[in-house]
């Protein structure tokens, strides 16, 4: 099993800037990709961002590509996405999201979600 637990969501101006952090716990070991992703109202979740746990390759939606970083830090077993540059419409929960082998069952994990509301 795998925890995901999220914080750092809020309300913030447009134009600045918001730090969130996912803490994981569980069978580190066995992820093979971390992410976040996110869920607008009366949107389907979408991907956000994500990092691999070899290579830490990332990969980033084009809508936040230039404003906003996902990074890990693998000693205190947490992921962090910042966000720059934050406009209305990245408004939505995040949800972190761990994947493991699809071997596994589950192979998807996600965490409680965070509030992040971007004012104009």
């Known amino acids: 099993q795998v925890y995901l637990v999220e914080s750092g969501g809020g309300l913030v101006q447009t134009g600045g800037s918001l730090r969130l952090s996912c803490a994981v716990s569980?069978?580190?070991?066995?992820?093979?990709?971390m992410g976040w992703y996110r869920q607008a109202p009366g949107k389907q979740r979408e991907l956000v961002a994500s990092?691999?746990?070899?290579?830490?390759?990332?990969n980033y939606a084009d809508s936040v590509k230039g404003r906003f970083t996902i990074s890990r830090d693998n000693a205190r077993k947490m992921v962090y996405l910042e966000m720059n540059s934050l406009k209305p419409e990245d408004t939505a929960v995040y949800y972190c999201n761990a994947k493991r082998p699809i071997v596994y069952s589950p192979y998807n994990y996600w965490g409680q979600g965070t509030q992040v509301t971007v004012s104009s």
């Open positions: 569980g069978s580190i070991a066995s992820i093979n990709a």
């Open positions: 990092i691999t746990s070899v290579g830490s390759m990332t």
